[in-house]
């Protein structure tokens, strides 16, 4: 069965600093893989995705996520953090075999960001 | 383009008392999906509307949740009786096609329920 592991509940960086959320999966196949961000009171809107090719995919908001099939990892990047890039990240899996269109999400990482 | 609407953003009802709570998905999108966010976890699925056919409703919990989703365009979530439990955010998504996970999901706002 499918899963995600989002290991850091929440993680506070400062304006200006880069910044590494963390994803491993559990597939069987290589997977569809997203980034989700969810801002306070709001729905969730689409980082990035990876379906296949380069395992570099770069999103909006100057997001990036590199695909590491070694790792079972799709980490989410960016080079400086603004501050309105405080939310909750949400990484998710999708099945690349049969005929689910269901999302797997993981439980969620909370980015705070100090001035 | 309008996204995903959903109604109402809020709802506070006392335990056993009757719930809905309604989605209009982005236009043309045929496939639906309705997800519960408990606190401080992903959202996880409860049914997939495939046009006006659950497609798959494995994860609703069938004592007490109902969906409908009536000409395969607006759906409605209904609980009765609600729980203590039930207090979460409730999603709707859509997306254009069905059943490929290559299918972007566009989600609404999302209802918060806090049963008392």
């Known amino acids: 069965a499918q899963s995600v592991t989002q290991p850091d509940i929440h993680i506070t960086v400062s304006e200006g600093a880069s910044l590494e959320l963390r994803c491993n999966y559990s597939y069987g196949a290589t997977p569809y893989l997203f980034w989700y961000v969810q801002s306070p009171g709001q729905g969730l809107q689409l980082l990035l995705k990876y379906f296949s090719g380069d395992t570099l995919v770069q999103g909006i908001k100057g997001f990036e996520a590199e695909f590491k099939r070694s790792q079972s990892s799709f980490n989410l990047r960016k080079p400086s953090v603004h501050w309105s890039d405080a939310a909750e990240y949400f990484c998710a899996v999708g099945r690349s075999r049969g005929s689910q269109g269901n999302l797997i999400f993981g439980k969620g990482t909370k980015l705070s960001v100090k001035p | 383009e309008a996204g995903v609407v959903q109604s109402p953003r809020y709802k506070i009802i006392e335990k056993k008392q009757p719930v809905a709570f309604w989605c209009n998905p982005i236009?043309?999108?045929?496939?639906l999906y309705w997800y519960r966010q408990n606190l401080g976890q992903g959202p996880e699925l409860l049914i997939r509307y495939e046009n006006e056919e659950a497609v798959d409703d494995s994860q609703l919990p069938k004592d007490r949740f109902s969906a409908e989703r009536l000409k395969g365009v607006d759906s409605t979530l209904k609980i009765q009786p609600a729980e203590l439990g039930d207090s979460a955010v409730y999603l709707c998504a859509s997306t254009l096609g069905a059943r490929a996970a290559k299918n972007i999901q566009y989600f609404g706002a999302g209802t918060r329920l806090s049963v008392l």
């Open positions: 236009s043309g999108h045929n496939t």
